[in-house]
C-alpha cells in the first residue's frame, strides 16, 4: 500500500510544476496583459478643460530649416454650452495660428481662421490635416519624431489649458488617435 503511494506521489508530482514556477508564470501573464492594457493611453492621450476634453493633440516631424508646422487634434464638449477656441501658443515657434483648408474652385486654400473656431455644446471638432487645423510659424527648432512640446490652447469659457503635441514621422496621419473624424 505504502508503494501505492508512493508511485501515485511520483505521478502527481511529475504532472504539475512546482507551485513557485505556477506562480511565475502567472505573473508573466498577468504583467503582460497589464502592460497591453497601458498601450492605448500610452498612444493616445488627453487634456481636461472645463467640459472640453483635447484629444491626442500631435505634430509631424520636420525636416531640416523647415519654418512651420502642423498641429492637430480633437476637442469634444460635453458641456451644455458651445465654447470657442480663441488661441494657441507655444514655445517651439513665434506664432500659432488657427488654419482652415478648404477647396474652391478646385483649387486647395488655407486660410487663418477668424474669430475663433466654436465647440458644439455636445459635439466635438477635430482639427486634423487636410480641414482645421493649427499652424507653428517661424520654428525655433524642428519638431523630431518621438518627443513631445508643450503648447497651451484658449478656450472662450473653458480658459486656458497646456497641452502636450506628439511628434509622429513626416508622413503620419495621427494614428495614435482612436478617431480623428468629426
Known amino acids: 500500500m505504502s508503494n501505492l503511494f508512493s508511485t501515485a506521489r511520483t505521478y502527481a508530482l511529475r504532472a504539475t510544476p512546482p507551485f513557485h514556477l505556477q506562480q ?10 497589464l502592460l497591453l492594457a497601458c498601450v492605448p493611453s500610452a498612444i493616445a492621450h488627453e487634456f481636461k478643460a472645463g467640459d472640453l476634453e483635447i484629444e491626442h493633440p500631435w505634430s509631424r516631424a520636420t525636416p531640416p ?3 512651420v508646422a502642423g498641429g492637430y487634434f480633437t476637442v469634444v464638449n460635453k458641456g451644455s454650452a458651445p465654447d470657442r477656441l480663441l488661441s494657441i501658443s507655444s514655445d ?5 495660428e488657427l488654419h482652415e483648408m478648404g477647396v474652391k474652385d478646385g483649387v486647395m486654400t488655407m486660410r487663418p481662421v477668424e474669430g475663433g473656431l466654436e465647440i ?9 490635416p487636410g480641414a482645421y487645423h493649427l499652424m507653428f510659424t517661424g520654428l525655433k527648432r524642428q519638431p523630431k519624431q518621438g518627443e513631445k512640446f508643450p503648447a497651451t490652447l484658449t478656450f472662450e469659457k ?7 503635441f506628439a511628434v509622429e514621422g513626416m508622413g503620419e496621419t495621427g494614428s495614435g488617435d482612436m478617431d480623428h473624424a468629426e
Open 65 to 67: 530649416g523647415a519654418k
Open 24 to 33: 511565475r508564470v502567472g505573473l508573466a501573464v498577468l504583467s503582460l496583459l
Open 120 to 128: 458644439p455644446a455636445g459635439g466635438k471638432v477635430a482639427l486634423k
Open 158 to 164: 473653458a480658459g486656458s489649458v497646456k497641452v502636450e
Open 92 to 96: 517651439i515657434s513665434d506664432k500659432a
